[in-house]
């Protein structure tokens, strides 16, 4: 059998390191904590009735990631008193709604955990390693840049130049900056997803990304004078630049795609604007956790190398969901209507836009890899 799960969660703040919460529910029978789950939905894709469950099991709604974070099995019991092994896909989503009334509140307890009690209070072993691996749960790395004795030992391996840049200081205050930018990604995503939900609060979410996208130029520009007046500096310049750039082309793709929309006054947007929106999110939260890890990058090299990964994946399924919502969009409105065809195109091709920085973000950090480590 295959089934879908939601695992519905948010931050507390926009901060980078924010603590994350996952929603459980109990199930009917156990009463144990477990995701949102079931059986597909006819009609839905797979992380549409992974939001679905979450609706009516959990009573949240949210951006849905197309893109699962991981599979697990368990044994289910059947009312014919049969036991067989179900396969379930878990699909995140990023909660912006709670309802205080749902369809199943009466037969299920739902319960925000921070990250690491979810893990421990779901039965599953292989749940529990993918509740863990969504954040890393240590994601704030050793500070202290001194030459340990170990890497003393290890010298003569590592080469002249990687000794001799352990033992130099290390100055400006890069990092915190780009940890800053970080958390204006994720805000800025967070109020991406929320406006192409629509409603009243559409011109709230626009306004958002737009002081957002004003504080990220405040940082890119704080960056560039440091490089200038700092001597010695974590990585060469032009890597520093580039990453920064990245990121900045991130939130500065989200601040068109509001423009348009304000711009164009659309009020309505397609199922794939949406999953596009949910990738986007994905892609500022993963962002956001490798951010800290460029503090000591080799001994978190690895976890890296899955965060960017698991970016230019996310980038690929955006061109699939991209590349589909141009075509429906042609076929329903390039004959009959070709100004809300170049309307909504424009703003497909900012969504994409957003998702290719953020791709560019994760080949900025490979190279920091691989120079680095």
Not at 79 to 108: H, K, N, Y
Not at 156 to 177: D, S
């Amino acid at each position: 059998m295959r089934q879908i799960a939601a695992l519905p969660y948010r931050t507390g703040t926009s901060a980078v390191d924010a603590a994350v919460s996952v929603l459980l529910v109990t199930s009917r029978q156990t009463r144990r904590w477990v995701l949102p789950k079931g059986n597909l939905v006819e009609g839905l894709s797979a992380h549409d009735s992974a939001a679905h469950e979450a609706l009516e099991e959990a009573g949240v709604r949210g951006g849905a990631c197309p893109a699962s974070i991981g599979s697990y099995r368990y044994r289910k019991r059947k009312r014919t008193g049969a036991s067989v092994m179900v396969d379930v896909e878990v699909f995140p989503i990023a909660v912006t709604e709670e309802l205080d009334e749902w369809d199943e509140d009466d037969e299920r307890e739902r319960r925000w955990f921070p990250l690491r009690e979810a893990a421990d209070a779901v039965q599953e072993p292989a749940l529990k390693e993918i509740i863990r691996s969504f954040r890393a749960l240590d994601v704030a790395a050793p500070r202290s840049f001194g030459l340990a004795p170990a890497a003393i030992g290890q010298k003569t391996r590592q080469g002249m130049f990687h000794w001799f840049q352990t033992l130099m200081p290390k100055q400006g205050n890069f990092f915190a900056l780009f940890e800053a930018h970080g958390a204006t990604l994720l805000a800025g995503s967070d109020a991406l997803v929320r406006l192409l939900q629509g409603g009243a609060g559409m011109p709230d979410h626009i306004r958002e990304i737009e002081e957002r996208e004003h504080e990220a130029d405040e940082i890119i520009r704080e960056v560039l004078q440091t490089v200038r007046r700092t001597f010695l500096t974590p990585f060469d310049r032009s890597a520093i630049i580039s990453l920064i750039g990245s990121m900045d082309d991130a939130i500065d793709q989200m601040q068109q795609t509001a423009g348009a929309v304000s711009l164009y006054e659309v009020k309505e947007f397609d199922n794939e604007m949406r999953d596009m929106a949910a990738i986007i999110v994905d892609c500022a939260r993963v962002t956001a956790e490798a951010l800290p890890l460029l503090r000591d990058i080799k001994p978190n090299a690895a976890r890296l190398h899955q965060l960017t990964e698991r970016l230019v994946r996310l980038e690929g399924q955006a061109d699939d969901i991209h590349a589909a919502g141009l075509k429906r969009l042609y076929k329903e409105k390039g004959a009959d209507d070709p100004l809300c065809f170049v309307v909504n195109r424009e703003i497909y091709s900012h969504l994409e836009r957003v998702v290719d920085r953020f791709e560019d973000v994760a080949n900025e950090i490979d190279g920091l890899v691989i120079d680095h480590a």
